[in-house]
């Protein structure tokens, strides 16, 4: 029988404002309200707040609508301290009381690992630090608008338009005093459409500028921000293409957390937060407790955070990464700090690691660090790896909840869980959880 298409009817509603009052926050920090017993999401709004909105989605289980006016604000509810903040895609919680933010970020992750891990468990005390100022890099859009005018900032929230920024309160100060007079350099080139972004990043050896542009510079334009580079101390890339990178002007950038130096590139992954990294990386060796008799692997290693101190402490560390130049990188570093007891290897962590070398041998603990997508592709082959500890240090509650679920199938409790205030002022948070045979 043949089948013809159909389009699918799009649902129709009503787009008049309504108001709705909030009963409580996800974890994504967006209040929750009900219209006709249906769940609405409402950005920036705030628990037992009464606030007018317009719905921009509506689906068969729930609806998300815009903030209109806050009618009965919140005790919690505080002036944002950056004058971009309606508008900035960046930070979505400056309007919460910061003690607030901790409480509903503890909540959200004990709340989610309850639920898909089957075990409450108190929290250990969070890790918590500067609310402003903690950023060590950022990457600033640059376009040139209708009016030829050159912006440059952060992108507007569920927008690709750009919010121009001069100042951004979460931006480390080295940093931030960097943004004026570089965008004023940046105008006067002949040619400003042809330019990207700029990625800014501090390192302990000073500031780094990343200059993306998608057509050579002209001659003079090259001149005058090598110039700036060399009268502001400051280490100049420039990226003709997305993964090319060429240093004209500084040292190589390095960052020097927990014993040890790090060498890295800006196109490499670093923690944001370097105060939260240096007490979340000794809270992981004070947790995972490497003992100079074992061998430890640490799994999605990056440039070796933790994989460089675990080796100061243990008799063999293995760190295994996806990315081969990272592996190349931290192997350098592990020279570089004198460390002879520890490997890095290549793979995909997505798939079977039954045939990798590394994967034969037994350890006695075992660290994962994953992006935002988890460990769904290794965390079920951890058992077999013969570890008594496994410590999961996460940037999403809900893959590490799904991952845990895992864990304890292979015979693993949790014992210790706690939440790592990575980003202030967002929703998202880093958790770290230790599971013990």
């Keep these: ?7 699918t009817k799009k649902t ?11 009963d409580r926050m996800d974890h994504h920090g967006a209040g929750i309200g009900y219209l006709n017993k249906k769940p609405v999401f409402v950005d920036g709004a705030l628990t037992g707040e009464k606030v007018l909105v317009q719905l921009t989605e509506s689906k068969a289980k729930f609806a998300k609508a815009q903030l209109i006016k806050v009618l009965t604000p919140s005790e919690q509810r505080v002036e944002a301290v950056c004058p971009h903040y309606s508008e900035c895609g960046g930070c979505n919680q400056q309007h919460l009381l910061r003690q607030q933010q901790i409480a509903n970020k503890e909540q959200a992750l004990s709340q989610l690992m309850t639920k898909f891990a089957g075990q409450t468990l108190s929290l250990s005390p969070s890790i918590t630090g500067e609310a402003l100022s903690y950023r060590r890099r950022a990457r600033l859009s640059l376009y040139q608008d209708k009016g030829r005018e050159l912006v440059m900032g952060f992108r507007r929230k569920h927008s690709k338009q750009i919010v121009d920024v001069s100042h951004c309160p979460v931006l480390d100060e080295r940093l931030n005093a960097l943004i004026p007079s570089l965008k004023a350099l940046l105008v006067e080139f002949t040619q400003p459409q042809n330019l990207g972004h700029v990625e800014l990043v501090i390192g302990d050896s000073g500031p780094v500028v990343v200059l993306r542009h998608t057509k050579a510079l002209a001659a003079s334009d090259r001149a005058q921000i090598i110039d700036f580079a060399r009268a502001n101390d400051i280490t100049l890339y420039l990226m003709p293409e997305s993964d090319q990178l060429e240093r004209v002007v500084g040292e190589q950038p390095y960052y020097a957390e927990v014993g040890n130096k790090l060498p890295f590139l800006p196109s490499h992954f670093i923690q944001v937060n370097q105060d939260i990294n240096q007490r979340m990386v000794a809270q992981a060796l004070a947790w995972l407790s490497p003992e100079s008799k074992d061998n430890v692997l640490d799994l ?17 560390v293995v760190g295994v990464e996806g990315v081969q130049d990272m592996v190349d990188w931290a192997k350098q570093n592990a020279k570089l700090n004198q460390l002879n007891n520890v490997e890095f290897y290549q793979a ?36 077999a790896l013969g570890a008594s500890r496994v ?13 845990s679920q895992s864990l304890i199938e292979q015979g693993y409790r949790l014992t210790r869980l706690g ?15 230790l599971f013990e045979k």
Aim: glycine share 4%.
């Design 419 to 433: 939440m790592m205030d990575m980003f202030p002022h967002t929703s998202h948070l880093e958790s770290m959880a």
């Design 391 to 403: 410590l999961y240090v996460s940037c999403n509650p809900a893959t590490l909840a799904r991952d």
């Design 300 to 316: 999605f290693c990056g440039l070796g955070n933790f994989t460089l101190p675990l080796a100061q402490l243990a008799h063999r």
């Design 348 to 383: 995909n962590l997505e798939q079977d690691l039954s045939s990798m070398l590394w994967a034969s041998q037994q350890f006695d603990k075992i660290l994962l660090d994953p992006a935002r997508a988890g460990a769904s592709g290794v965390i079920d082959q951890v058992s």
């Design 1 to 7: 029988m043949a089948r013809f298409f159909k389009p």
């Design 12 to 22: 129709s509603f009503s787009k008049k404002h309504q108001e709705v009052l909030i």
